[in-house]
């Protein structure tokens, strides 16, 4: 009697990152992060504050006291292919950080074999966090990701101690999979990690519609106050 086995796969071959590509949305856009971004994001994520430096609590380096420091840090950062790090550049008029890097997320793991990746690395200036732009920095590599590079999973993982980014995974729409124990040792503590992730037919459905009508102009008041929520919206779209 045969065994059950999972089904055969037929995907197009999955890519990896273009230096190339730049990824461009309404409020910000997403490019391969280069040495000239080292002192706009020193300015914003750099010092010794405590605002800055608590930053990097569940990072895997720094806080940056110094900017030579960070400028050696975003050198190698801009060297390296896996992780494959952007940039994100405001592109709201109107804000005092327009055309420059406000913050910057990876593509890592990159496993084109499995067609699978994820986004790690996320680096969110005060003045990126709890923005529409930060909700459509994730949409836009998260689209990337399926529709230009092929991959089937896109995955999120995170100290497990870090509730902020828990919660930004299930608001985003990634789904939780589970801890695992003593997975690492950062910075000299014990990890345990949460993992997350949307599968190819997630995305085609309810994630990538929900995040489109969340991002629609017509979604926001005149004082930018949300109409209806990401879990709202991606709800109404599971029911159809």
């Not at 960070?70 to 952007?86: G, I, T």
């Not at 629609?216 to 709800?235: I, V």
Request: charged share 25%; hydrophobic share 40%.
């Amino acid at each position: 009697m045969a065994r059950p086995r999972g089904p055969l796969v037929s995907l197009p071959k999955a890519l990896l990152p273009s230096n190339r590509a730049v990824l461009t949305g309404q409020t910000i856009a997403l490019e391969k992060l280069e040495p000239k971004h080292a002192k706009d994001l020193f300015d914003l994520v750099g010092g010794d504050d405590a605002t800055r430096t608590s930053l990097w609590d569940y990072m895997g380096d720094g806080p940056y006291t110094e900017l030579n420091a960070f400028e050696k840090a975003v050198a190698a950062k801009s060297a390296s292919l896996d992780p494959f790090f952007f940039a994100i550049i405001d592109k709201r008029s109107s804000a005092p950080t327009a055309g420059k890097p406000i913050g910057y997320l990876t593509l890592m793991r990159i496993t084109p074999e499995m067609w699978g990746v994820e986004v790690g690395n996320v680096m969110y200036s005060p003045v990126l966090q709890r923005t529409t732009a930060a909700t459509e920095a994730i949409y836009l590599l998260a689209r990337y990701a399926f529709e230009e590079l092929n991959y089937r999973r896109f995955e999120w993982k995170c100290d497990s101690l870090n509730a902020p980014s828990r919660r930004a995974a299930l608001r985003l729409g990634f789904t939780f999979e589970g801890i695992f124990r003593q997975h690492m040792v950062v910075k000299g503590r014990s990890r345990d990690t949460a993992w997350f992730s949307i599968v190819r037919d997630e995305w085609d459905g309810s994630v990538k519609a929900a995040l489109e009508k969340w991002l629609d102009e017509g979604n926001f008041d005149q004082d930018g106050n949300q109409k209806r929520t990401l879990q709202e919206l991606r709800s109404e779209f599971t029911s159809k």
